[in-house]
Structure formats: structure tokens, C-alpha cells
């Protein structure tokens, strides 16, 4: 009897212990599968976050059509677009500006249903992958330490900005930008089609001197300059002799910030926009000269004029101004706000 009493105990000791080892089993392969769709769950999450951040660039030169990350492509815009030796509170700027413009048009589906954006700066903005720009920055005798202090600089810049865009009256605004106006920005509405938008008028605007763009010269063989004119703007256009030329081309009227707004040739008007385009000049700001040898532009600063300067940025950035007073000063009555 006490053997068969022994022996009972013994198996209802050996059950527990069984049973024990197979709930702990159920519990922690339960525990287990709860922990598996917790981990999947948050790892969607981060697929459609990174799929929310996605932007697809077209290659002009190849036409191919590449998917990045927005800030993989913010990094190569900002560094294409602007000297990575600048400020980087200047940087800073210029990832916010950036990225405006970069939402902007994808909201407004500007490429189409395809494309994001493309990668030349006529069109959208400049854009180099890292690999492209240490290339660049080789070619231009910067060492390794300086390409890698460039390189995080850009990043600082991008990271720290994240998500942070300029508005105004809720919306994306037209975050045009350009490398220098060393007088004056301009008024959006005296260049292109005459439409005022509130944050883009002219301010007053301070540069360094030595920036190598500042002065430049484009002269013109009389010959060529009404060959253009003729293929160009008016078919009908002719001057009797070079002569004739030399009297009869004249600045014709200014824009309110002191550019030219366009040139009188005989009874032909020609935009100075037209001007910049035909002949390669760096900006409007121009004074012309009739030469034995032809029509001399002499340019002050570069680009349109339109919404921020660079190198302004640049120099308000070293005089203790930061990326938000930058915005603030070039996009009047604006907002900087960041968004989910």
C-alpha cells in the first residue's frame, strides 16, 4: 500500500512538472507571437514611413527615374546648389528652401504622375549624389578630411531642419532662391508675367565684394546680336548697317528694384530676360556699351533675383543671423513651421 502511495505521489509530482513545462511553453510561444506581430507591426510602420519619404528623380542626361529618400535627396539639392564651405546656418536655409520648393511641386504634381522631380537646376534644382560630389570636391583639390567635414555639414543641415518648411497663409510658398543681388533682390512681378505674390518682393541686400560672380562681362559681335534678334525674337528685324545698330540700341526702362527691365533696338523692345537667356548673361543688372567690336553687357550679380541670395544668406549667416532670420528677411510676412 505505502508503495503504491509512494509511486502515486511520484506521478502526480512528474504530471505537474509536465504540465508546468507545457503551459510555460503555450505562455512564452504566445508571449512570442504577440512579440513577432508587434515587431512586424512597427516594422510597417517604418516601410510606409519611408514610403511617405520617398521621392522619385529623373536623370535628365540618362532619363532614368530614381526612388531615394527625401533627405538622401535634400543632402545632394543643398550641396549641388550652394558652396558647402558657406555658413551652415546659410546650409540650414537653404535645406528648408529646399525642401519648400521640393514639396511644393510634388503637391502640385509639376513632373507628373511619374516623376517627382529631375535633377537640372533650369528646371527644378540641382541635384549630385554623394558619390558625384566627392568627385566634384576631388577635381576641386579639396582633401579627404574636407570632403568628409562638407559632408557632414550638409547633413547637419538637412537633419536638423527636418521637416521644417516656409509657409505663408497655410500653404507651400514659391521658394525661389538664386546665387546673388548685391544691391537689391526683385520683385517677382516685374520678370515673370507680371504677377505680384506678397513674399517675393525686392529687399535690400548686403554681399561679400570678392565673390567671383559679382562683375562679369558678355560682349556681343554686332553681327551676331542681330542675327539672334532676327532668329530669336522678330524675323522681320533689320538694320540698314552696323552704324545704324550702334545709334539705335538703348536701355529702354528699369524695374523697380533697378534691373533692366528690357532694351530698345529701332522700334524692337527685347525683355532683358530674353536678353539673359540669348546671351548668357549672369543677371539683369546690366549697363550696355557700344565697342568697335561689338555690344558690351557689364553684370552685376547672378541669377534672377527672385526670393533668397546665397551668398546674401552666406553673409548675413557669418554676422550672427540664423537659418530662420534668413528665411524671414528674403520671404517677407512668411512662416517657418514643421510638419508630421
Known sequence: MKRWLVF??????????????????????????????????????IIEYKANQTIRVKMCKTNEIIAMDINDYLRGVVASEMPAAYNIEALKAQAIV????????????????????????????AFYNKEKLFSIWTNRGFDDSTRIDYWNKVNEAVISTQNQVI??????????????????????DQIWGGI????????????YENYPNRNSEVIVAFSDFEKQLE?????????????????????NSYTTSGRVKDIKVGNLIVSSEKLRTLFGLKSTQFEVNILDEGISFKVIGYGHGIGMSQVGANYMADNGKSCLDIIKYYYTGVDIITIK
Open 98 to 125: 529646399a525642401r519648400t520648393y521640393t514639396y511644393r511641386k510634388m503637391l502640385e504634381n509639376a513632373e507628373g504622375p511619374d516623376v517627382d522631380m529631375c535633377d537640372d537646376f533650369k528646371h527644378c534644382q
Open 231 to 251: 532668329e530669336q525674337i522678330d524675323d522681320n528685324f533689320k538694320l540698314s548697317n552696323i552704324d545704324d545698330l550702334k545709334e539705335k540700341i538703348k536701355i
Open 8 to 45: 502515486f505521489c511520484i506521478l502526480l509530482f512528474s504530471l505537474s512538472i509536465v504540465l508546468s513545462i507545457i503551459n510555460k511553453f503555450i505562455i512564452d510561444n504566445t508571449e512570442k507571437k504577440a512579440l513577432i506581430k508587434q515587431e512586424e507591426k512597427e516594422e510597417k510602420q
Open 196 to 207: 505680384k505674390i506678397p513674399y517675393l518682393v525686392s529687399v535690400d541686400n548686403v554681399e
Open 167 to 188: 509657409t505663408y497663409n497655410g500653404e507651400y510658398i514659391k521658394a525661389f532662391f538664386h546665387a546673388s543681388s548685391p544691391i537689391k533682390t526683385e520683385n517677382i
